[in-house]
């Protein structure tokens, strides 16, 4: 369903590209081809692209206008700047004392930032717990924004020693050792701790 969706967004799209080219192109406008660094932009959420004239040195726009586009999928600055705000497809016209360019922009789903390690933290001191005390352990990504896109799955290999729920909070049940493992959810990258529970 999500790719009919995609495919249904870039025909609207071209659909738009021809509608605009045709108004320029006829009438009483002359369409001059500005030479746009690029005219078809793919983009995830979150990413930038700046937008400028080809061969130009400085590729920032200046004197220019931007017709059409929908600025709830991806919104263009003065400059040029494109910045991708959610999925969608879009057609924007840059108007110049020049001419006319286009350039369709599809973005696509957020941005996933590589999970490379994860550790865990808030061990208690000497991995040492007494029954029935209870610790809130965390975790430590490397690079650190990565927590922003992945949950995670708690699970102790010996229960009945220390259990530990879906926050990562354990509770120390009977006298023993237990391993407490983490896992960030789509990927193979996990972290584990061994705990002492003492009576």
Known sequence: MKIKKRYTAITTVLLTFIFLFSACSKGSVKFDRVDLNK?????????????????????????????????????????????????????????????????????????????????????????????????????????????DYYSLTWSSDNTGVLRVDESGTIVAVNAGTAIITVGANGTLVSAFAELTVTA
């Open 39 to 147: 005219v078809q932009l793919q983009l995830k959420v979150g990413e930038t692209f700046q937008l400028g004239i080809r061969g130009s040195g400085n590729t920032a726009l200046s004197g220019v206008e931007f017709i059409g586009g929908d600025e709830t999928v991806a919104t263009i600055s003065e400059s040029g700047l494109v910045t991708a705000l959610k999925e969608g497809s879009s057609v924007v016209m840059v108007k110049s004392s020049d001419g006319y360019g286009v350039c369709q922009i599809v973005v696509w789903g957020e941005i996933v930032i590589p999970l490379l390690s994860m550790e865990i933290t808030g061990i208690p001191a000497g991995n040492t717990v007494s029954v029935g005390e209870s610790a809130q352990l965390n975790v430590s990504f490397s690079p650190a924004n990565a927590n």
